[in-house]
């Protein structure tokens, strides 16, 4: 079945730093992909996201390559803030033709600490 | 703005209670899910509706059950609450029509006791 697979954590980075989270996915078809954030105590928000092979997501200053060839999808930063500490999930939505249902398939999570 | 709401924050339960988690969408989605997040394992979709009345289960719905009686809200009953679903529940919903993403609720942090 389809599945998400992306670096553990906790990423320690300091203020300033490159910042790289690795995410791979295994699909049928051609899945649109996410990469969602969550703050401490909220809800996951949407970060950015790419439907199709080669398309780059952007938000933030976050960047992610919709990469076919290697089925990865590997969120990056140029510079990381304090204010960006966060979990980071990659997901892919399934579809679902018969019944045009999009589920979501996360990724486990990864932890980001930017100490300053 | 959209918004998916839950209508609770925290909650405490006793084992063996019935517990009801709702969650509101005013975006008109067709699809809504129930997730359960626990350290280490990331988000797993417990059941998830693509239409009112309508239901299809997720990886883990053992122990859950859900009701969709109108298009805007989607609930989760623990029939019988034990303490290994203490979690995090999130809610979400989304366009049936097209493959795009899916908004969340802030959570609601349950606790069975």
């Known amino acids: 079945g389809n599945s998400v697979t992306q670096m553990e954590g906790p990423v320690t980075l300091s203020e300033e730093a490159f910042l790289t989270i690795n995410c791979t996915y295994t699909?049928?078809?051609?899945?649109?992909l996410f990469w969602y954030v969550q703050y401490p105590g909220e809800g996951l928000q949407l970060l950015l996201k790419?439907?199709?092979?080669?398309d780059k997501g952007s938000n933030k200053g976050f960047e992610a390559t919709y990469r076919k060839e290697t089925t990865s999808f590997h969120l990056e930063k140029g510079s990381v803030q304090v204010s960006d500490s966060a979990v980071y999930f990659c997901?892919?939505?399934?579809?679902?033709?018969?019944?045009?249902?999009?589920?979501?398939?996360f990724g486990t999570g990864t932890l980001l600490a930017v100490q300053p | 703005d959209v918004k998916v709401t839950q209508s609770s924050r925290y909650l405490v339960k006793r084992t063996g209670e019935k517990v009801f988690l709702e969650c509101v969408q005013d975006?008109?989605?067709?699809?809504m899910f129930w997730y359960r997040q626990d350290p280490g394992l990331g988000l797993r979709l417990i059941y998830f509706?693509?239409?009112?009345?309508?239901?299809e289960k997720g990886d883990i719905p053992e122990g859950y059950s859900v009701s969709r009686e109108k298009k805007e809200r989607f609930s989760l009953i623990l029939e019988s609450a034990s303490t290994n679903q203490t979690s995090m529940y999130l809610c979400?919903?989304?366009?049936?029509?097209?493959?795009?993403?899916?908004?969340f609720g802030q959570g609601t942090r349950l606790t069975v006791v």
């Open positions: 979400a919903s989304s366009n049936g029509r097209r493959r795009t993403e899916a908004f």
């Open positions: 699909a049928t078809g051609y899945p649109s």
């Open positions: 790419a439907t199709k092979a080669d």
């Open positions: 997901a892919l939505s399934e579809m679902n033709y018969g019944g045009a249902t999009n589920k979501l398939i």
């Open positions: 975006m008109d989605h067709e699809n």
């Open positions: 509706s693509y239409d009112v009345k309508m239901k």
